[in-house]
């Protein structure tokens, strides 16, 4: 298969990429580098590499920028980041590609743990994935030509907690949050949240 991967030079995407590629061609996609670069807030981006692509199986994101903080401090600007990025970025990846897909694809956005499990500061966060999950489940209901689509929720990952210098003992290693996209893909079923959690 031939298959888009945006966001595949972050910690998920990364290990998404690299799965895949054991089986399938892959397109990497990210905003400063990959083989090609897309801005997610931007439609007209979006569009443009779609057309630079041409026909596809399968696209999964593993990118989207949002706000971490207080409500008290988000500010209009910290809530349209998310919005506009992370949301809406994943929704134009379909809105778009459904018209490049090929017939029987599929397309794999990310949400995560905190739109069923928030925390102080994450009301923005928990928002849009929340947001994301509804979506993916009511456009299943409308996608054309046997096209599927699902939405993997991880958990704090291991590689990224590191980083932050956080306690990683509670994290799900990258490699490991991967399969739930693998299984995405090669699966027969569409509308689903998938809890990454599944394939520790």
């Not at 990497?28 to 090609?36: I, K, M, N, P, T």
């Not at 569009?47 to 988000?74: H, N």
């Not at 102080?120 to 928002?127: C, D, E, L």
Request: charged share 20%; with cysteine.
């Amino acid at each position: 298969m031939r298959i888009i991967v945006v966001g595949a030079t972050g910690t998920i995407g990364k290990a998404v990429a690299k799965l895949l590629s054991t089986e399938h061609e892959v397109a990497r996609v990210a905003f400063s580098s990959g083989d090609l670069r897309v801005d997610m807030s931007r439609k007209d981006s979006i569009e443009s590499m779609f057309k630079e692509i041409g026909e596809f199986d399968a696209l999964v994101c593993a990118a989207g920028v949002a706000r971490f903080g207080s409500l008290a401090e988000l500010t209009d600007e910290d809530f349209q980041t998310g919005l506009s990025g992370k949301l809406m970025g994943q929704v134009n990846l379909v809105r778009v590609g459904m018209h490049y897909i090929r017939d029987n694809g599929s397309f794999t956005l990310t949400s995560g743990v905190l739109s069923h499990q928030p925390m102080p500061g994450s009301s923005s966060i928990s928002m849009i994935n929340a947001g994301l999950e509804g979506f993916v489940r009511a456009a299943a209901l409308e996608l054309p030509r046997g096209i599927r689509i699902n939405v993997v929720s991880p958990p704090w990952v291991k590689e990224t907690l590191e980083a932050l210098d956080m306690d990683s003992s509670g994290g799900m290693p990258a490699q490991d949050v991967a399969q739930a996209y693998w299984a995405s893909i090669h699966g027969a079923r569409s509308g689903l949240v998938i809890n990454a959690r599944d394939f520790a």
